[in-house]
């Protein structure tokens, strides 16, 4: 499958850069990724580059509702939905979850 490691989504009226990386001093190691408002480079939102394409996925659904609604939504129900549209979406392609190419 071909991805793209970089490019911006508009949410909620404003442009967010995307960023998948290996590492980041911004992003936690136990994190699947981030959104940074402000400072860091913010609006900023950082995806860790994973080998699990159902993981990837959860993560940039979870961080683009954080873009969307900025210290809003509770963090359980982001999660959730993240997860559950994710799995969604995965369905819809025939997508098994599993390891992305290279
Ligand atoms: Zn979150």
């Known amino acids: 499958m071909k991805t793209i490691d970089r490019f ?3 949410l909620n009226g404003r442009l967010w850069p995307v ?8 992003l936690d190691p136990k994190d699947f990724g981030v959104c ?3 400072g860091g480079g913010g ?7 994973n080998s699990n394409i159902e993981e990837e ?4 659904i979870h961080e683009c509702i954080h873009g969307e609604q900025f210290d809003f939504l ?3 129900f982001v999660e959730m939905m993240a997860t559950d ?3 969604a979406i ?9 390891l992305i190419d290279g």
Do not use: C, G, N
């Open 74 to 76: 509770a963090e359980e």
């Open 57 to 60: 996925l959860d993560a940039l």
């Open 36 to 38: 940074i408002e402000k």
């Open 85 to 87: 549209v994710a799995r």
């Open 19 to 26: 960023h998948f990386v290996k590492t980041s001093k911004h």
């Open 90 to 98: 995965l369905k819809r392609y025939h997508v098994v979850p599993r």
């Open 8 to 10: 911006a989504v508009k």
């Open 43 to 49: 609006p900023l939102i950082l995806i860790k580059k």
